[in-house]
C-alpha cells in the first residue's frame, strides 16, 4: 500500500456512517482457556495483524473523498492494551467490559483499532478487539483474526487490492427509473451511481460482459427503488433514540449438529433454523414488555458476503451487500414461523438485493458526504436490527498455545437500527450474541436467556415427530 492511498467506495461509506450514538466498529471476544501474557501477544499482533499495512494507516475524510493516510508516530502500545477484570470474574463481568469498550471511541489521529487483553477470566484470559468497518467486512475480519492462530498460514499478499475494487468501468448505464418512487435528489443520486454499481463485484464476476451488466445495473436499481418503497419498520421498542452506551449478553451455545438435525427433518436450512428461533426470543421478549406484536412481522437487515467463489476471503475492505430478512415475531407457533422464515429466504435467495445494497454502498462512498445521511435514513428505517450469521471454524485453535474456548462477532448496526445479534460456529457449537443501545434493550440478557428455551420448542416438536401444524 502506498503512503496515501484513496478508500473504496464501500470503504468510505462505512467511513461516513460513523455517528456519536452509532459507531461503525467491528467487535470481536477470543475468550482463552490458560493466562496469556501481553509480550507474546504484542509480538503475535506484530507478526501476524500487522502484516496487513492498511492497519497501520488511518482514513480521513473530506466532503468528496477518503484517503488512507500513514500513522505519523504508530506505537503498537497504543492499540494493545491490558485491563484486569476482579478476581472470579463471571460472564456478567466480561460482558459488561465488552459493553463499556463497544461504547468508547478510538482515540483521534490514530488507526481505528485495539486489543485488549483481558485478565483474570475464569483461569484463562480474553481478547477483545475492535476494528472501524471501513478497514473491512467481518467476513475479512474474522480471517484476520484467525490467522493469529497457531499453525495459521499468513496470507502471502495480505494487502494486494480485491478485484472489484481495481476493475476498470465499463460502458456507462442509464438509470431509467419510475418517477415518483424516489424523492429527486435520490434519484439523481442513484443515476450518477449506475457507473458504481458496474464497477462493483458484478465486473469481477462477469469481465467483458457489459451489455449484460447494463441490464443488470438496470435491475439492481429497480430493487433499490423496491427497498426505498417499502414501508418503515412498525413500532416496537427496538426503534428507540439512540445514547450511544451499548449493552452484551450471549446466550450458552447451541450444538451444530442438533440444528442441522432439526432443519433435516423439517426441510429447512441450519440458517432458517437459527432466524426462526430469534424470531420467537423477539416475539417473546417485546411481549413481554408490553409491545402488541401479534400479527407483526419486522425486518433485520443480515450481511451477504459477495466475494467471488475465488476471491480471498483476507482481502481487506468490504464485499457484501445486505438484504432484508422478514422477522415473523407474531407468529407463535414454532412450525408456523419456521416455514414463514424458510419462504421469505427462498424468495430473497433469488432476489438481487445484496447486489442492489454493494452497489447503494459504492454510490455513497462516490458522492458527496451531504448524500448520505438521507440514504441511509431511508433504508435503515426498513429495519429493526442487523443479524449477523458467520461459519467459524470446525476444529478448536489455540493461541499462544492456549486453547481458544469461544468465539463472539459482533458487526455495527448503522443509521437508526440500535440492535445487533450475531450468529457464529465455532468447534461445533453456534454461539449467539446480542449487542444493543441501552435505551433499545436495558439489560440483553432478558433476550438471549430465551434463545435456548426456543430453540427446545423446536426439538421438543421434533421428537414428537410432528413437520406441519
Not at 492494551?81 to 459488561?96: F, G, I, N, T, W
Not at 451511481?193 to 451489455?211: C, I, R, T
Not at 441490464?215 to 445514547?243: V, Y
Not at 406484536?293 to 464485499?319: C, F, K, M, Y
Request: aromatic share 6%.
Amino acid at each position: 500500500m502506498s503512503a496515501v492511498e484513496s478508500l473504496s467506495g464501500a470503504d468510505r461509506a462505512w467511513l461516513l456512517m460513523d455517528r456519536p450514538t452509532n459507531p461503525m466498529v467491528v467487535v470481536g471476544l477470543i475468550v482463552l482457556a490458560r493466562p496469556l501474557a501481553l509480550a507474546p501477544l504484542k509480538a503475535l499482533i506484530a507478526k501476524r495483524f500487522l502484516a496487513f499495512e492498511r492497519f497501520r494507516r488511518i482514513p480521513v475524510a473530506d466532503a468528496a473523498s477518503a484517503t488512507w493516510i500513514e500513522a505519523p508516530q504508530f506505537e503498537l502500545t497504543d492499540h494493545v492494551l491490558r485491563v484486569s477484570l476482579p478476581a472470579h470474574a463471571a460472564q456478567r463481568d466480561l460482558e459488561a467490559l465488552v459493553g463499556e469498550l463497544a461504547s468508547t471511541p478510538f482515540k483521534p489521529g490514530m488507526p481505528l483499532w485495539s486489543f485488549h487483553l483481558v485478565e483474570h477470566y475464569r483461569g484463562g484470559s480474553a481478547l477483545i478487539v475492535r476494528i472501524h468497518h471501513c478497514y473491512a467486512d467481518g467476513v475479512a475480519l474474522l480471517e484476520v483474526l484467525l490467522s493469529l492462530a497457531d499453525g495459521a498460514v499468513a496470507p502471502s499478499h495480505p494487502t494486494a487490492p480485491s478485484e472489484a475494487s481495481t476493475a476498470r468501468p465499463v460502458a456507462p448505464v442509464s438509470a431509467r427509473l419510475l418517477p415518483g418512487l424516489l424523492p429527486a435528489s435520490m434519484l439523481r443520486a442513484l443515476r450518477e451511481g449506475a457507473d458504481a454499481l458496474e464497477k462493483g463485484v458484478h465486473y469481477a464476476l462477469h469481465p467483458g460482459e457489459s451489455a449484460t451488466l447494463a441490464q443488470q445495473a438496470l435491475g439492481l436499481i429497480a430493487e433499490l427503488a423496491h427497498l426505498a418503497a417499502l414501508p418503515d419498520d412498525p413500532p416496537t421498542r427496538l426503534k428507540q433514540p439512540l445514547s450511544g452506551i451499548r449493552r452484551c449478553a450471549w446466550a450458552a451455545p447451541l450444538l451444530l449438529e442438533e440444528v442441522r438435525a432439526v432443519g433435516r427433518f423439517l426441510g429447512c436450512t441450519v440458517n432458517d433454523v437459527l432466524v426462526a428461533t430469534l424470531a420467537g426470543a423477539l416475539g417473546r421478549y417485546l411481549s413481554g414488555k408490553g409491545d402488541a406484536i401479534a400479527e407483526t412481522t419486522i425486518r433485520a437487515a443480515v450481511p451477504v458476503n459477495l466475494r467471488s467463489a475465488d476471491g480471498a476471503a483476507h482481502a481487506l475492505g468490504n464485499q457484501f451487500g445486505l438484504v432484508f430478512v422478514p422477522i415473523p415475531i407474531g407468529i407463535t407457533h414454532p412450525l408456523e414461523r419456521l416455514y414463514a422464515v424458510h419462504a421469505s429466504m427462498q424468495q430473497l435467495k433469488a432476489s438481487t438485493q445484496a447486489l442492489a445494497t454493494l452497489g447503494l454502498l459504492y454510490l455513497v462512498g462516490n458522492l458527496p458526504s451531504a448524500v448520505e445521511p438521507p440514504l441511509v435514513a431511508l433504508f435503515t428505517g426498513k429495519a429493526s436490527l442487523i443479524a449477523s450469521n458467520l461459519p467459524g471454524p470446525g476444529a478448536r485453535l489455540r493461541i499462544c498455545g492456549s486453547a481458544v474456548t469461544q468465539v463472539l462477532f459482533w458487526v455495527p448496526q448503522g443509521g437508526s437500527i440500535g440492535t445487533g445479534v450475531s450468529m457464529l460456529s465455532y468447534a461445533g457449537r453456534v454461539q449467539f450474541g446480542v449487542m444493543a443501545d441501552r435505551q433499545v434493550i436495558a439489560d440483553p440478557h432478558e433476550l438471549v436467556e430465551l434463545i435456548g428455551s426456543e430453540f427446545e420448542r423446536l426439538v421438543y416438536l421434533v421428537l414428537l415427530g410432528a413437520r406441519s401444524l
